[in-house]
Nanobody, 120 residues
């Protein structure tokens, strides 16, 4: 089992930026960021494979960027031009398969989440 710890969540105004971090105990093939707003289903935000192939959800393309530092066992999510609709709990997750789809049920290990709140 992979131990994942997210950090970096905060309250910001619309248009602002945040960088989320996720430290992990063991690097799985696929790592991803997901989010869940109150009353909504958890959704995929971005994923990245161990060799650096990244995917981003259409809703965050050109605003969010996933990256990794395998030497530091850390996953990042740079979030720019934040909108109130980005308000959610953000989770880091891991999967031991090469298909790094943005589908939450495919991921087996999850962190506790970090809250991002964007005000207008």
């Amino acid at each position: 089992q992979v131990h994942l710890v997210e950090s970096g969540g905060a309250s910001v105004q619309a248009g602002g930026s945040l960088r989320l971090s996720c430290t992990y105990s063991d690097r799985r093939v696929c790592m991803g960021w997901f989010r869940q707003a109150p009353g909504k289903e958890r959704e995929g935000v971005a994923s990245i494979s161990r060799d650096g192939v990244a995917r981003h959800a259409d809703s965050v393309k050109d605003r969010f960027t996933i990256s990794q530092d395998n030497a530091e066992n850390t996953l990042y999510l740079q979030m720019n031009s934040l909108k109130p609709g980005d308000t959610a709990m953000y989770y880091c997750a891991a999967r031991g398969d090469w298909f790094c789809a943005l589908s939450p049920p495919l991921y087996t290990d999850w962190g506790q989440g970090t809250q991002v709140t964007v005000s207008s």
